[in-house]
Nanobody
Framework: EVQLVESGGGSVQAGGSLSVSCTAS????????MTWYRQAPGNECDLVST???????YYRSSVKGRFTISQDNAKNTVFLQMNSLKPEDTAVYYC???????????????????WGQGTQVTVSS
């Protein structure tokens, strides 16, 4: 059974930092691209960052320079370090293993690929 279990997140004031992590099981993590999405209230899931199996990374423009994605293959875990947080970063953050190219926007957990349960990140001004 494939599982993605997220942890971390929480609440912070603007300018602060938070991290989220996602531990995977049930598939070959080393060969998989991993993606962080986020869903603000009333929106679909927007791609935040992706790390490919070869270690290459992609960030949406609004988080470049503030967020860092990384992975620990020995622990089957992907991380997202979020610095200089802004109120507009407030969302539920999901990790996903889609098995293919990650769309910039997707309906969250809509049966396409594997998803974590989501973790709330709240940034107050």
């Amino acid at each position: 059974e494939v599982q993605l279990v997220e942890s971390g997140g929480g609440s912070v004031q603007a300018g602060g930092s938070l991290s989220v992590s996602c531990t995977a099981s049930g598939f070959t993590f080393d060969d998989s691209d991993m993606t962080w999405y986020r869903q603000a209230p009333g929106n679909e899931c927007d791609l935040v960052s992706t790390i490919s199996s070869d270690g290459s990374t992609y960030y949406r423009s609004s988080v470049k320079g503030r967020f860092t994605i990384s992975q620990d293959n020995a622990k089957n875990t992907v991380f997202l370090q979020m610095n200089s947080l802004k109120p507009e970063d407030t969302a539920v953050y999901y990790c996903a293993a889609l098995g293919g190219p990650a769309p910039l926007r997707i309906i969250c957990r809509d049966g396409f690929g594997y998803w974590g349960q989501g973790t709330q990140v709240t940034v107050s001004s």
